[in-house]
């Protein structure tokens, strides 16, 4: 395959970078003294003492990309471009930007990213009530790598409602696989931390990782699998759209879950606008499992035509609602009784309706042991 388009796709991105760089240095710099102007060649004198110690990465990394850009021209004008070539050409931006997010010109602007906001409230609400240094600063760490994805997520979002250049979006998506993989990894060896002090918590640790890489690895391999192949701009959108809002709805509830080990009190509606929504949703989706449940145990024991066709449409008009508000993992099994019931006849209804009915029960009882819902009870409780 030609991976020219791929390359401009890079090269865009790395032009956008290029052109937020002076921006950076200027509003960095205009904080102790007059703006001396805008454009790279302020670098010598920008350089110089505190300001040279404090941002020469960044500088360094500045002055790489504007090369790397021009060799990257050159490679997208070849007639071809062949995998091995883009993949030599992406692992050197690739090793740039990570030795850059280690440095401390890294750490200093960071401090304005949205996800650092949140750092008081890690120290003040969720883990003030640890004692032991270790323990407390792995799970600052377990906790902010959560509000990074969530922070990153909401500009993905953002930025696709404001322009969707899905070449740009698919390099983003592939970011997101990264930085899961990264939560994932800090959740694995976070036992040696907490296994003895907090083996509660450290056990939720454990189920909210498992759940974490189930959900993620079915959202990147089913929603978003050939995503890129697609021709219609609707579609592609649809399903980006789809996959970012599942992504977004299991991250919320991994960091909740986890977050009420430590604080029962904590409310969520503080940190993420959107639980209202979310918690109008999680009701509903109980209240229909309940309603689809009752009208499968009546058509159980009445045996009637009716009874079941009504079944049937509540389940139909079910996938095309509220089913999009379950885990992914269970919306196979979901579609797989939608077709058994279309298919079934005779004393075949009978077994299914049963094997319906005992699939909801225990659907419902894992719903409803979702943080979301459990803030709800609290409240009316209260």
């Known amino acids: 395959d030609n991976y020219r388009d791929r390359m401009k796709a890079v090269l865009d991105v790395t032009g956008d970078l290029l052109q937020r760089c002076p921006k950076v240095i200027e509003r960095e710099q205009a904080k102790s003294k007059p703006a001396l102007g805008p454009g790279l060649e302020l670098a010598p004198e920008l350089t110089r003492g505190d300001f040279k110690k404090q ?18 021209i050159c490679m997208a004008r070849h007639p071809a471009l062949s995998l091995p070539e883009f993949k030599a050409y ?6 740039q930007i990570v030795h850059f997010s280690r440095s401390e010109a890294h750490r200093i602007l960071t401090r304005k990213y ?17 004692e032991l240094d270790g323990i407390r600063e792995e799970l600052s760490r377990i906790f902010l790598e959560f509000l990074k994805i969530l922070s990153y997520l909401d500009y993905f979002q953002d930025f696709m409602r ?52 189930m959900e993620v690895k079915k959202i990147f391999s089913s929603e978003l699998k050939g995503v ?3 021709k219609k701009l609707g579609e592609i959108y649809s399903r980006i759209e789809t996959a970012m809002g599942l992504l977004t709805h299991i991250t919320q509830q ?22 209202r929504d979310q918690q109008a949703e999680a009701v509903k ?6 309603r689809l449940y009752q009208m499968t145990m009546e058509a159980s024991r009445e045996r009637d035509e009716e009874v079941f066709e009504a079944v049937v449409q509540a389940m139909d008009e079910f996938q095309e609602g509220s089913m999009r508000l379950l885990f992914f ?43 979301i819902l459990n803030s709800v009870n609290r409240a009316v409780g209260s």
């Open 55 to 72: 941002f020469a990465d960044f500088f360094h990394l500045w002055e790489y990309l504007q090369r790397l850009r021009i060799v990257g």
């Open 285 to 290: 989706l109980v209240a229909d499992l309940n």
């Open 254 to 275: 991994s960091f909740v879950g986890l977050v009420t080990q430590l604080n029962p009190a904590f409310e969520e509606k503080t940190l993420f606008v959107d639980t």
């Open 228 to 230: 890129e192949t697609q």
């Open 90 to 95: 992406g692992s050197l931006v690739a090793n």
């Open 329 to 371: 993992k269970d919306w196979e099994p979901v579609e797989e009784f939608g077709k058994e019931l279309h298919e079934a006849e005779g004393d075949r209804r009978a077994f299914t309706l049963h094997r319906l009915e005992v699939f909801l029960s225990t659907l419902i009882g894992e719903v409803s042991k979702r943080e």
């Open 114 to 130: 949205s996800h650092f906001k949140y750092q008081h409230l890690i120290d003040r609400d969720l883990a003030s009530s640890i």
């Open 162 to 213: 404001r322009s969707f250049k899905y070449h740009r979006l698919f390099l983003l998506l592939h970011y997101f696989q990264y930085c899961y993989r990264r939560l994932l990894d800090v959740l694995e060896h976070s036992h040696k931390y907490l296994g003895y002090s907090l083996p509660q918590l450290n056990q939720e640790v454990t189920s909210v990782r498992f759940a974490l890489k």
